[in-house]
T-cell receptor, first 113, second 110 residues
């Protein structure tokens, strides 16, 4: 299995500011994904982070709001820009490792005031 | 991405009883995975079942898959208080990213 860490684990931010979330994997992986989990809800895919090219965003998510970097095969960042209270969620990164299984990081719990 | 549906939304049982959760989805899949989430933390991978498999076991977990009905079930036998968590099914529809079900909140009373 893959070991995934995320920083920060939680944060409280003021509206209008931005937060960058880091995701580090202990091995090289091809596919990395970012998900959002709003309070009491299931997970929704934000984007697929591609190494060496722009991220692929899902419907309803745009690069200006959620810019993503993927500088190498073990690291990615997600920025939540110009935050509003509606962005309060848990943000999770995941990787595909081995035979189809996806492993998830511990999540970043964000509260926007 | 379109979610799958899970039922029940919430389930409360006594320790030692079995818990069954059901997942329905809408499109064809390569595999279906079940995850556990404790108190809004990260997801723990439980089991993966491929589209050509009908049943799979792992410890106290039993997963079934019926691709003709586009449904899956997760059975936890002899439940323990530590099994209290939210459980999610997640479908790999060929995009490699997962589409998640709505989740079942399981409460196991000691």
């Amino acid at each position: 299995s893959a070991v995934i860490s995320q920083k920060p684990s939680r944060d409280i931010c003021q509206r209008g500011t931005s937060l960058t979330i880091q995701c580090q994997v202990d091995s090289q992986v091809t596919m990395m994904f970012w998900y959002r989990q709003q309070p009491g809800q299931s997970l929704t895919l934000i984007a697929t982070a591609n190494q060496g090219s722009e991220a692929t965003y899902e419907s309803g998510f745009v690069i200006d709001k959620f810019p993503i970097s993927r500088p190498n095969l073990t690291f990615s960042t997600l920025t939540v820009s110009n935050m509003s209270p509606e962005d309060s969620s848990i943000y999770l990164c995941s990787v595909e490792h081995g035979q189809e299984t996806q492993y998830f990081g511990p999540g970043t719990r964000l509260l926007v005031l | 991405s379109q979610q799958g549906e899970e039922d029940p939304q919430a389930l409360s049982i006594q320790e030692g009883e079995n818990a069954t959760m059901n997942c329905s989805y809408k499109t064809s899949i390569n595999n279906l995975q079940w995850y556990r989430q404790n108190s809004g933390r990260g997801l723990v991978h439980l089991i993966l079942i491929r589209s050509n498999e009908r049943e799979k076991h792992s410890g106290r977990l039993r997963v079934t898959l019926d691709t003709s009905k586009k449904s899956s079930s997760l059975l936890i036998t002899a439940s323990r208080a530590a099994d209290t968590a939210s459980y999610f099914c997640a479908m790999d529809t060929g995009r490699r990213a997962l589409t998640f079900g709505s989740g079942t909140r399981l409460q196991v009373q000691p």
